[in-house]
């Protein structure tokens, strides 16, 4: 059991009242194939039996638990964690999720055969509510091209080189004191200094709660994100209107609720951010493309309307050349479409 004072990797779990399911969380990380790691809990004044979970395992040396004096937030409790951290990559762990056995080593063994790469992610299978897999885009330019629509990153399994945060000054805004869009808006700070790649394998079991537990979450973490994205854009450098603004937010996030916009006002700014980057190169342009073009068809797609064929709306568009969506998502397209027009 590696008890060096500069282990290969930090695991950093920040906690806050999740003692019905800190316990496999904590087991998952002791449990993993790479043994050459620190585990560094910190508790962010829980009122449950948290903190006190975390200190049973104090005895192990690997195990450093830390626990902040007063409630701070996710952000605070993040880096407070990283002060600690001696590793050369920084794995994030959430408190109630599951890490597969194989999760450090596969993303200590990418990062250390892509030197150009600063952080990755993997995918994530959902558990509880949910059985469904949460995919991510892959190459930097893929990532950095999503990016201006929501989180390109699996945050319970972003895994990173450690010596960012001190040659970029990078940390988490810690003035961000809920958990949402602190991660968000770290990763957008992270991509603009380092190429950021994801893995296509299941790397986490992430636990899902009740809709009814998460309705007012997703509120205030999609404000928070409008917030983010309006910051992207500017990054991005593109010139927009507050219209322009209210038809990107509302397309980049499920359930895509259009409201008042008109599908031909989204392709309309779709198809400005594609030519934009085109004279800019703020990625690669056939990486921007099958973005815009996935967001066009997604947005169609989960937008039937009696009055508006969207099936045929989004066949008329250029954007529609440049996506081939999966055979089953076009035969429920063509289903939904056919059903709203006949029945």
């Not at 600063?118 to 994530?124: D, I, P, V």
């Not at 056939?286 to 969207?310: G, I």
């Amino acid at each position: 059991m590696p008890t060096t004072e500069s282990p290969l990797v930090s695991v950093i779990i920040p906690v806050f009242n999740a003692g019905e399911y800190l316990r496999p969380a904590i087991d998952s990380i002791l449990q993993q194939t790479l043994q050459d790691f620190e585990l560094i809990i910190v508790d962010d004044c829980s009122r449950d039996e948290s903190l006190a979970i975390a200190r049973s395992y104090a005895a192990d040396p690997r195990v450093r638990v830390l626990a902040n004096e007063q409630n701070r937030g996710r952000s605070f409790t993040d880096n407070y964690g990283a002060e600690y951290a001696r590793g050369k990559y920084i794995a994030k762990m959430d408190a109630d999720d599951i890490a597969l056995p194989h999760r450090l080593q596969t993303q200590v063994d990418f990062l250390e055969a892509n030197p150009s790469v600063g952080l990755t992610s993997s995918f994530m299978k959902c558990f509880g509510e949910s059985d469904i897999v949460y995919e991510y885009p892959l190459s930097a330019d893929a990532v950095r091209s999503f990016l201006l629509f929501n989180m390109p990153v699996a945050n319970p399994t972003a895994f990173f080189r450690r010596s960012l945060l001190h040659e970029h000054g990078l940390r988490y805004d810690d003035t961000i004191q809920d958990t949402f869009g602190e991660d968000y808006e770290f990763i957008a700070r992270v991509a603009q200094v380092v190429d950021i790649v994801n893995q296509p394998e299941i790397l986490l079991h992430y636990r899902t709660l009740p809709q009814t537990l998460k309705a007012d979450v997703h509120a205030r973490r999609n404000a928070k994100s409008n917030q983010i994205r309006e910051r992207q854009l500017r990054v991005f450098g593109i010139p927009f209107t507050e219209r322009e603004l209210h038809v990107h937010n509302t397309i980049s996030y499920f359930p895509f609720n259009l409201g008042d916009i008109q599908l031909e006002e989204v392709h309309t700014w779709l198809w400005k951010i594609q030519a934009y980057n085109e004279k800019r190169g703020y990625a690669d342009p056939a990486a921007m493309l099958r973005c815009v073009a996935e967001r066009w068809f997604l947005t169609c797609y989960l937008n039937p309307d009696k009055k508006t064929n969207s099936l045929r709306e989004y066949r008329r568009q250029a954007l529609a050349k440049h996506y081939r969506p999966a055979t089953k998502l076009q035969g429920k397209f063509l289903l939904k479409s056919y059903v709203l027009r006949h029945f």
